[in-house]
């Protein structure tokens, strides 16, 4: 039978840079909340003992895609653990809306949905712990995909604590361009030495995104999506970019703003939540 799951996005509503480690790594301090907006997974589990991708992602090649790396990991932690089903096999297609390193975290949605999808789906019986752990070597950003909950995230975005940020109305807007993290996590002029702060320190101070500088200096385009939408409102990058988001206290006000966004952006209006719309599928809510 087949089954429907969620994979939102999310936004990094701050992003600090306290340090590089040794292999090259960043630590950061950012507060994850997700969106009411993403892709759709469509699965379905047989006993064919192969992992199919219905839909090709444009530019990923299969064994490349997030969605069967998340299966074949899942296969080989839940055979470990001998809980893998006789020829376990999925069929997995999916409805991508998100835009590619758009800073919305599409592929690790992707893979947290996967691993939590088929955990369910075959009952493997992996713990929410265990799911995290396989995820956080597929994209620092899994983790918090598939625990679900707003979180402040330490580290390289493994270490997770809860968060209760409002949850806001935002405009995403996409400039058209793709933005390469590792580019913009290895540019010279990154400011990397953020003083460490408390969560409550965080909560209290202006938001803000210690790559946004570089990459509006890079990206004309984003640079001038940016300071177009600070004319509206509160607005900054998410992740690495490309995205930007505003926020606003209501849908309206937002989508008033995306009526008159300019030539060559594309967005979208949606809310940020704080428990994560596949948890609530996973719930059955
Ligand atoms: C910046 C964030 O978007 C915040 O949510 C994420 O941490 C990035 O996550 P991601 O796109 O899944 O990135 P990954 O695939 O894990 O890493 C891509 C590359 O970005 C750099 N990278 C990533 C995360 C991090 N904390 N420090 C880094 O320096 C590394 O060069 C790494 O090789
Ligand atoms: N299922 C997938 N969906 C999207 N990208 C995938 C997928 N599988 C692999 N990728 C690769 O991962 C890269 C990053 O995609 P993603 O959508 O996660 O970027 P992002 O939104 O910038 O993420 P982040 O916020 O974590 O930086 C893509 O450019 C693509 O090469």
Same mark, same amino acid.
């Given at each position: ?8 996005? %999310?936004? *990094? ?9 040794? @292999? ?5 301090? #950012? ?6 907006? +993403? @892709?759709?997974?469509?699965?379905? #589990?047989? $006993?064919?003992?192969? =992992? /199919? ?27 470990? %653990? ?6 376990? +096999?999925?069929?997995?297609?999916? @409805? ?8 919305? +975290?599409? +592929?690790?949605? *992707?893979? &947290? ?5 088929? *955990?369910?789906?075959? /009952? #493997? ?48 807007? $996409?400039?058209?361009?793709? =933005? ?8 010279? &002029? ?19 995104? @210690? ?33 930007? !988001?505003?926020? !606003?206290? #209501? ?11 300019? *030539? ?22």
């Amino acid at each position: 039978m087949m089954s429907h799951w969620p994979s939102p996005a %999310k936004l *990094n509503l701050f992003l600090y840079i306290t340090g590089r480690r040794p @292999d090259g790594y960043h630590n950061l301090q #950012t507060l994850f909340q997700f969106l009411d907006y +993403g @892709d759709t997974l469509q699965i379905s #589990t047989d $006993h064919s003992d192969r =992992i /199919q991708l219905l839909t090709p992602v444009a530019g990923v090649a299969e064994a490349d895609n997030l969605i069967v790396r998340a299966a074949e990991r899942l296969k080989q932690a839940a055979l470990a %653990k001998q809980t893998l089903p006789p020829k376990a +096999g999925a069929q997995i297609a999916i @409805d991508k809306r998100l835009p590619m390193g758009g800073g919305l +975290g599409g +592929g690790s949605s *992707n893979a &947290a949905t996967v691993l939590v999808a088929l *955990n369910h789906l075959w /009952q #493997t019986g992996l713990t929410p712990d265990e799911l995290a752990a396989i995820g956080v070597q597929l994209g620092a950003d899994v983790p918090v995909f598939v625990k679900g909950f707003a979180a402040f995230a330490q580290g390289v975005g493994e270490q997770l604590q809860p968060a209760e940020p409002e949850e806001k109305w935002y405009l995403v807007a $996409h400039p058209g361009v793709s =933005i390469s993290t590792p580019a913009v996590f290895n540019d010279p &002029a990154l400011t990397r030495d953020t003083p460490v702060r408390t969560l409550a320190t965080l909560l209290s101070s202006p938001f803000a995104n @210690d790559c946004e500088a570089v990459v509006r200096k890079r990206f004309r385009e984003v640079d001038e999506l940016v300071s177009w939408l600070l004319e509206y409102a509160p607005s900054r990058l998410t992740g690495t970019g490309a995205c930007v !988001f505003a926020e !606003f206290d #209501t849908e309206s006000a937002a989508r008033q703003v995306l009526e008159l966004a300019p *030539n060559g952006v594309r967005g979208f209006v949606a809310r940020g939540v704080n428990v994560s719309p596949l948890q609530r599928a996973l719930r059955g809510d």
